[in-house]
């Protein structure tokens, strides 16, 4: 079946350190797959997406490449701000009975410390 | 144009009473899904909705809860019999498809939070 693992968190980084969020995937077929924030008291909103093999998805300086030979979609920025404070979702969406379903993958903190 | 509303924002009850949350989505958006986050917690799939299709309930909890849609409008999760544990934020979002095999990124609503007392 589907599904979608990331890394645990709470990340703590100091501004303007590189991060890194790891994130791979179980599916059948071709999926596209998906990094979601959710800011603090917030909803979750799309960050950036990737529909086939070596797409790389961009956004705010976060980037992820969809690597089918991995299984993985990692998420980068290679300098964070305070303000990039966040719970962030990888997630992809496959073809199940035909319908496309969403799987999310538990979701990693992250703090970023001035 | 108007993204996903869902109501109300904020319920508290009583254990053991009914509630109902409604979710409006994007207008014309086929598919339909229902989320629960308990504080701290990732997204927990509970139901999902496409189009005049059978449901796929296959994350409901327990059979107190329950989910209704209306061809591709309006959504309502029904809990039966609150119990504390059900406390949470609920999340519903639509998408719509792209084509025979892609469908669009979710679009959120803003949560209805509900806390039984």
């Known amino acids: 079946g589907n599904s979608v693992t990331q890394m645990e968190g709470p990340v703590t980084l100091s501004e303007e350190a590189f991060l890194t969020i790891n994130c791979t995937y179980t599916?059948?077929?071709?999926?596209?797959l998906f990094w979601y924030v959710q800011y603090p008291g917030e909803g979750l909103q799309l960050l950036l997406k990737?529909?086939?093999?070596?797409d790389k998805g961009s956004n705010k300086g976060f980037e992820a490449t969809y690597r089918k030979e991995t299984t993985s979609f990692h998420l980068e920025k290679g300098s964070v701000q305070v303000s990039d404070s966040a719970v962030y979702f990888c997630?992809?969406?496959?073809?199940?009975?035909?319908?496309?379903?969403?799987?999310f993958g538990s979701g990693t903190k992250l703090n970023v410390k001035p | 144009g108007a993204g996903v509303s869902q109501s109300p924002s904020n319920k508290v009850t009583e254990k053991g009473k009914d509630v109902e949350l409604r979710c409006d989505p994007i207008?014309?958006?086929?598919?339909l899904y229902w989320y629960r986050q308990r504080l701290g917690q990732g997204l927990e799939f509970l139901i999902y909705?496409?189009?005049?299709?059978?449901?796929?309930k296959s994350g409901l909890p327990s059979d107190r809860f329950s989910a209704e849609r209306t061809g591709e409008s309006v959504s309502t999760l029904t809990i039966q019999r609150t119990q504390q544990e059900d406390s949470a934020v609920y999340l519903c979002?639509?998408?719509?498809?792209?084509?025979?095999?892609?469908?669009?990124?979710?679009?959120f609503g803003p949560g209805t939070r509900l806390t039984v007392t």
């Open positions: 979002a639509s998408s719509f498809r792209l084509d025979r095999t892609e469908e669009s990124e979710q679009y």
């Open positions: 599916a059948t077929g071709y999926p596209s």
């Open positions: 990737a529909t086939k093999a070596d």
């Open positions: 997630a992809l969406s496959g073809v199940v009975y035909n319908f496309n379903k969403f799987y």
């Open positions: 207008s014309g958006h086929t598919a």
């Open positions: 909705f496409q189009g005049n299709s059978a449901p796929d």
